[in-house]
Structure formats: C-alpha cells, structure tokens
C-alpha cells in the first residue's frame, strides 16, 4: 500500500523527469499528463480510500446530483391488503418544476418473470424539493418482488412545456433489498 509521502514523493520524481526530457516534440497531452503527475492529489488512492463514505449516495446518484437530475430512490415495500405499497422518494435536483412524470414501472418476480406493469406518476415536484410517492401494487405480495425496473418516462412535462430528456435526468436507487434499476 502505497502512503501518501510514498505518492508525493513518486509524484515528484515524475514530475522532475518530464521536466528533464529535452524533447521539444512533446504534445499539449503529455504536458497535460507530467502536470498531473507532479500534484500528489491527483494520483489515485488505494480503493478503501476513494470509496465514498456510507452517507454519500452511489455512482447514478451523484452523477444525477451533479447534472442537476432527478433521483428516484425505492425506499422500502410494505405489505397491505391484498397488495404491496410501494414508497419513493424524489428529489428534483434541478431548477425546472415538474408538472407531470410520469414512469414506465416494471415488477419482476423472483425468478427474472414479468409480474407487474404500472404507470407512476412522481409529479408535481418544485425546483429543489424532496417528495414521497406511494402507490399500490395490488394482487401481488411483496415477497414475491425480486426487482423493479424503470423502463421508460411516459411523460414529461415542465411548467414551460414538454421535455425529451427526462430519461436520461432520472436515477434510480434502493434503500431495501429489492434492486431498483433503470
């Protein structure tokens, strides 16, 4: 395992190197990459290192966080009468209110089968605010969910009119043990 002095140090040496190189050839790239070498911060840590910390969200999260997405999380299945209540939470990450969305939901079972088939509406969400949608998924337990997944957006619609690019402003995630995929 590499420490921190060990990269600074490498990070040096790399950067005393490319500075040492007399040819006067070298691309706009390679200068790009001996800049890179010589800051240690640039370096890549060991894998416990660079993990984010439990109470950071993953990959399509914050890649939606950082777009100014929409984030979609499966909080958690609760059995009721004759059906399974699903409960999502939202968080409308950009500066456009929502007016509809409408999602293309998708039960699977616990063999891989096509179970169900819903439409779920998330919307109305304000600019920057966090929501909570339930809904039922009715004549089916919630034992017998193995995965959902969010197959399309049936509509999207802002206050300014109709988007084409609400799928790709969605992520998806889980809190429970049921896969959530998008």
Same mark, same amino acid.
């Given at each position: 395992?590499? &420490? !921190?002095? &060990? ?33 240690? $911060?640039?370096? =890549? !840590? ?12 993953? *990959? *399509?999260? !914050?890649?939606? !966080? ?27 990450? $950009? ?34 605010? $966090? ?7 009715? @004549? ?24 084409? @690019? ?6 998806? =995630? ?9």
């Amino acid at each position: 395992m590499l &420490t !921190r002095a &060990t990269v600074a140090a490498l990070g040096l040496f790399l950067a005393a190197s490319a500075m040492a190189q007399t040819d006067s050839d070298s691309s706009p790239d390679e200068d790009a990459r001996a800049a890179a070498a010589s800051d240690p $911060t640039s370096m =890549s !840590r060991d894998s416990d290192e660079a993990s984010p910390p439990d109470d950071e969200p993953s *990959g *399509g999260v !914050r890649a939606a !966080r950082s777009a100014g997405g929409i984030e979609v999380e499966l909080n958690k299945l609760e059995p009721v009468d004759g059906a399974c209540r699903a409960y999502l939470v939202t968080q409308n990450l $950009t500066e456009s209110r929502f007016e509809s969305v409408s999602l293309d939901v998708v039960m699977f079972d616990n063999d891989g089968i096509v179970a169900r088939r819903l439409a779920v509406q998330i919307a109305p969400m304000p600019p920057t605010k $966090t929501g909570l949608k339930v809904f039922d998924i009715q @004549d089916l337990a919630c034992d017998d969910i193995g995965q959902l997944l969010l197959n399309n957006v049936i509509e999207c619609r802002t206050d300014t009119g109709g988007r084409d @690019d609400c799928l790709s402003l969605l992520s998806v =995630s889980q809190r429970g043990s049921v896969p959530f995929i998008k």
